[in-house]
T-cell receptor
Framework: AQKVTQAQTEISVVEKEDVTLDCVYE???????LFWYKQPPSGELVFLIR??????QNEISGRYSWNFQKSTSSFNFTITASQVVDSAVYFC???????????????FGGGTRLMVKP | EAQVTQNPRYLITVTGKKLTVTCSQN?????MSWYRQDPGLGLRQIYY???????DKGDVPEGYKVSRKEKRNFPLILESPSPNQTSLYFC???????????FGQGTRLTVV
C-alpha cells in the first residue's frame, strides 16, 4: 500500500531563511506521481507541483525548488529566502499508476506547518 | 473561472440528522473525489468517481454515501452523522488519473 510520511509536523523560521520540507514515500508501483500542495491560513488547497516517477530532474520555480530522489524515496521541497506569505501547511501526496489507475486517489502525508516570522 | 464549488462552507448539525454537502465543478472533469482532513492525518479519500454513475470507495468510506448523476456534480451524503465525522471536507476534480486535482474551498462540519 502507498504511504507518505512528512516527519516534520511544524517548522518555524525567520524571514529570509531557507527551509526544506521533507517528504518520504512508500510504493510498490514503478510508475507513480508525486505532488506538493500548499494550504494557506485561508484553508484552500493550492497545487504546487506534480512529478512522475521517471523524471528525477530537480525543478526550480522562483524561490521554490524540489529534489526528487528515487534511491531514498524522497521528494523534498525547499523554499529559499522564505517570506511571511509562505506561512502555510504543506502537503506531499502520492498517486500510484496501476494500483489505482482510474481513481486518481491521492495519498497525502500528514502535512508540515511552516511558520515564517518577520 | 475554473473552479470547484462546495456548499455549505460551514455546518453545525446534530447526531443522526441527515445532511448533504454539494460539490460542483465547471471544468468538465471526469474524475471527482471527496476527502476529509483531520489534524496530523492529512487528507484521506472518502469516495471517488471516474464518471457519471461510476463511484468507488476510498480509504475511509464508512458512514458516507455519494452519487454522480451528472458530470459536474458529486454530492456527499451523511445519512446519520456522528461526532467522529466532525472534520474539514474537500471535494476535488481532475481531468484524468494522476493529473492535478482542483480542490473546493472546503466544508467545515461539526456534529454535536
Amino acid at each position: 500500500a502507498q504511504k507518505v510520511t512528512q516527519a516534520q509536523t511544524e517548522i518555524s523560521v525567520v524571514e529570509k531563511e531557507d527551509v526544506t520540507l521533507d517528504c518520504v514515500y512508500e510504493t510498490r508501483d514503478t510508475t507513480y506521481y508525486l505532488f506538493w500542495y500548499k494550504q494557506p491560513p485561508s484553508g484552500e488547497l493550492v497545487f504546487l507541483i506534480r512529478r512522475n516517477s521517471f523524471d528525477e530532474q530537480n525543478e526550480i520555480s522562483g524561490r521554490y525548488s524540489w529534489n526528487f530522489q528515487k534511491s531514498t524515496s524522497s521528494f523534498n521541497f525547499t523554499i529559499t529566502a522564505s517570506q511571511v506569505v509562505d506561512s502555510a501547511v504543506y502537503f506531499c501526496a502520492l498517486s500510484e499508476a496501476f494500483v489505482n489507475n482510474a481513481g486518481n486517489m491521492l495519498t497525502f502525508g500528514g502535512g508540515t506547518r511552516l511558520m515564517v516570522k518577520p | 473561472e475554473a473552479q470547484v464549488t462546495q456548499n455549505p462552507r460551514y455546518l453545525i448539525t446534530v447526531t443522526g440528522k441527515k445532511l448533504t454537502v454539494t460539490c460542483s465543478q465547471n471544468m468538465n472533469h471526469e474524475y471527482m473525489s471527496w476527502y476529509r482532513q483531520d489534524p496530523g492525518l492529512g487528507l484521506r479519500q472518502i469516495y471517488y468517481s471516474m464518471n457519471v454513475e461510476v463511484t468507488d470507495k476510498g480509504d475511509v468510506p464508512e458512514g458516507y454515501k455519494v452519487s454522480r448523476k451528472e458530470k459536474r456534480n458529486f454530492p456527499l451524503i451523511l445519512e446519520s452523522p456522528s461526532p467522529n465525522q466532525t472534520s474539514l471536507y474537500f471535494c476535488a476534480s481532475s481531468l484524468g488519473g494522476y493529473t492535478e486535482a482542483f480542490f473546493g474551498q472546503g466544508t467545515r462540519l461539526t456534529v454535536v
